[in-house]
């Protein structure tokens, strides 16, 4: 299965294909950005736990890793993907690229692993140990992990950035910086606002949609992009919505509808299951109490999510009916809590 098919696809709900898992919390970074659910719980799901889980699944067709940063588990991940190659399941890690080395690409590879997808936001070592606070040894160990991922023969390479006030200037400058890298796959990932962490989005439609014209002009014709969430920011009754469709008529230019709720769930690393952890982190029960898949039939939440919050038009949830340019309080939420100390990968 291709990266983003069930999204190109427009799979409907009927059934359950896709689990995203966070399997830890932990995190070696503090993006102020950062939407995951809750980077303070300290609970960790088990080989075990996913496990089980997986195997009530019977439509399941693809399991993506990300937390937190899933790959400080590393055994627990590589445990997750043998099993589910294991089943015939597509497999997916997110990561901020910061905790691999060759033993571990290794070993990746030998659990087959298919998709590796990398946050890159940034194009140098100041630059982005500016933004992170982190030190100028980050970049380059995400770099030589993206470069490794690139040249292995079987994992399928994706780098992601997303579209918000710190790169809508140099979109095209980390698009190249990613094509000669090798990257073919880059996802632009419109900046959600993470109302749980009080962060707020920093674009609006028109510069959203000027940002994306610049990027595609810029595309590397070795490279597809794929453009996710967008419409958290175009409503498809708008004139804007209009000329994004002339764009997206590019041949190397992939929409990505939303498939969250209608065949995919988020897995929180307490057990929890949400309907998107990004846009819309509605807990609907926990795999420790509930089987996920009695969630996914009987969910009055669940139901009216798909039934109330998604449209026809976009094929994607309507974020921007809801909180259109919306700011909310306690900007910088996540750089609030303290830096965590480093365990990257050896050297
Ligand atoms: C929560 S992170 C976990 C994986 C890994 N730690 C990383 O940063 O790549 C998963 C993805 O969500 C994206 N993300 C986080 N917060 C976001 C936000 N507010 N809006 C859009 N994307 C966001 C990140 O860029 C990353 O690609
Ligand atoms: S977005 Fe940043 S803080 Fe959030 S999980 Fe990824 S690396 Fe960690």
């Not at 190659?85 to 597509?90: A, E, F, L, N, R």
């Not at 595309?219 to 996710?228: A, E, G, K, L």
């Not at 139901?303 to 309080?329: I, L």
């Amino acid at each position: 299965m291709a990266f983003k098919s069930l999204e190109v696809d427009r799979v409907t709900g009927g059934s359950l294909r896709a689990i995203e898992i966070g399997v830890t919390s932990r995190c070696n970074f503090r993006c102020d950005y950062c939407g995951a659910y809750d980077l303070t719980e300290r609970k960790i799901l088990s080989v075990d736990d996913v496990a089980r889980v997986i195997d009530t699944l019977p439509d399941l067709e693809r399991v993506k890793l990300s937390g937190g940063e899933v790959l400080l588990e590393f055994d627990i991940c590589e445990g997750i993907i043998a099993y589910c190659t294991s089943k015939g399941i597509q497999t997916q890690i997110n990561s901020n690229g910061t905790v691999l080395n060759e033993e571990k690409f290794a070993r990746l590879e030998a659990a087959g692993l298919d998709v590796l997808h990398f946050s890159l936001n940034h194009t140098d070592a100041a630059s982005h140990a500016a933004f992170y606070r982190v030190t100028e040894k980050m970049f380059p160990k995400i770099v030589n992990a993206v470069s490794r991922s690139v040249a292995s023969p079987t994992i399928d390479t994706v780098v992601e950035t997303i579209l918000f006030d710190e790169t809508r200037a140099r979109m095209p400058e980390v698009h190249r910086f990613a094509a000669g890298l090798g990257v073919t796959k880059h996802e632009v990932q419109m900046e959600i606002p993470s109302v749980h962490q009080g962060y707020a989005n920093t674009m609006d439609t028109e510069a959203v949609l000027g940002a994306i014209t610049t990027m595609i002009e810029a595309r590397d014709p070795r490279t597809t992009i794929y453009f996710s969430c967008l419409s958290a920011y175009f409503n498809p009754r708008s004139d804007t919505w209009k000329r994004l469709q002339l764009l997206l008529r590019d041949p190397g230019v992939i929409y990505a509808s939303c498939i969250e709720g209608k065949a995919q769930l988020h897995l929180h690393s307490n057990g929890d299951v949400m309907i998107c952890e990004l846009g819309n982190p509605d807990v609907i029960g926990n795999v420790f109490e509930t089987d996920m898949l009695r969630m996914y039939d009987e969910s009055p939440k669940l139901r009216e999510f798909v039934q109330k919050k998604h449209e026809e038009e976009t094929f994607s949830c309507f974020r921007h009916f809801d909180k259109p340019g919306q700011k909310v309080a306690n900007p910088g939420g996540l750089s609030l809590l303290p830096i965590p100390v480093m365990r990257a990968a050896s050297e």
